[in-house]
């Protein structure tokens, strides 16, 4: 089975512009989370979903946003980025919701720097 | 701040020896998870373990978790340099269990 899947790996923005990340989740798990890792703030939580819909939130402004489409694969977008956007972005799928006893499996991230 | 705080930061020790890392949480938790990560890379999921267990083992390690005391620890046994990484406790809370994840402890094991 293959694992998570993000894209792009590597990525670089100027500073006001917006991003689009992509996650694509292991075959049957409909559960997708975000993280954002710094080595400031370490790993933080930003949002999970489930079947299309945001059931969980962290404390990031609203320029954080996401989505999940019907095949489970998620985006999120950051718009009018910051320097302190710079992070590696993960994305972990899990087979259920977060409120089970699940593993999640996370994906090799996306790095963002912003100049 | 963060829910978990692991204990040491960073643990050098020889290969073969016993390495063990604690984290220390402040809520009621649903279950705690361990993760490795190398380098800055995705995350690799070592073991879960639930709030109503004491222990669990997988293979070389030995994680225990103690409610009563809000804290966890990982042992991994006879150590080896491809176990060199940073290791991660995350707490899963509340109705949505959200995922809270301590700051870390690099291990380094020296060949």
């Known amino acids: 089975k293959a694992g998570v899947t993000q894209t792009p790996r590597y990525l670089i923005k100027t500073r006001g512009q917006q991003v689009t990340l992509s996650c694509s989740p292991i075959?049957?798990?409909?559960?997708v989370s975000w993280y954002q890792q710094t080595p400031g703030q370490g790993l933080q939580f930003l949002f999970e979903?489930?079947?299309?819909?945001?059931?969980n939130k962290g404390n990031f402004p609203g320029r954080f946003s996401g989505r999940q489409f019907s095949n489970s694969r998620s985006e999120m977008n950051v718009s009018t980025l910051e320097l302190g956007d710079s992070a590696l972005y993960l994305c972990?799928?899990?087979?259920?919701?977060?409120?089970?006893?699940?593993?999640?499996?996370f994906g090799p991230g996306t790095r963002l720097t912003v100049t | 701040s963060q829910q978990g705080e692991e204990d040491p930061q960073a643990l050098s020790i020889q290969e073969g020896e016993n390495a063990t890392m604690n984290c220390s949480y402040k809520?009621?938790?649903?279950?705690l998870q361990w993760y490795r990560q190398n380098s800055g890379r995705g995350l690799v999921h070592l073991i879960l373990?639930?709030?109503?267990?004491r222990e669990k083992h997988s293979g070389r390690l030995r994680v225990t978790l103690d409610t009563s005391k809000k804290s966890s620890s990982l042992l991994i046994t006879a150590s080896r340099a491809a176990d060199t990484a940073s290791y991660f406790c995350?707490?899963?809370?509340?109705?949505?269990?959200?995922?809270?994840f301590g700051s870390g402890t690099k291990l380094n094991v020296k060949p």
């Open positions: 995350a707490t899963g809370v509340g109705n949505f269990n959200k995922f809270y």
């Open positions: 075959s049957g798990h409909r559960s």
């Open positions: 373990i639930r709030s109503n267990e």
């Open positions: 979903y489930f079947s299309e819909t945001q059931r």
């Open positions: 809520t009621s938790i649903n279950n």
């Open positions: 972990a799928s899990s087979s259920t919701p977060l409120e089970g006893n699940y593993e999640q499996y």
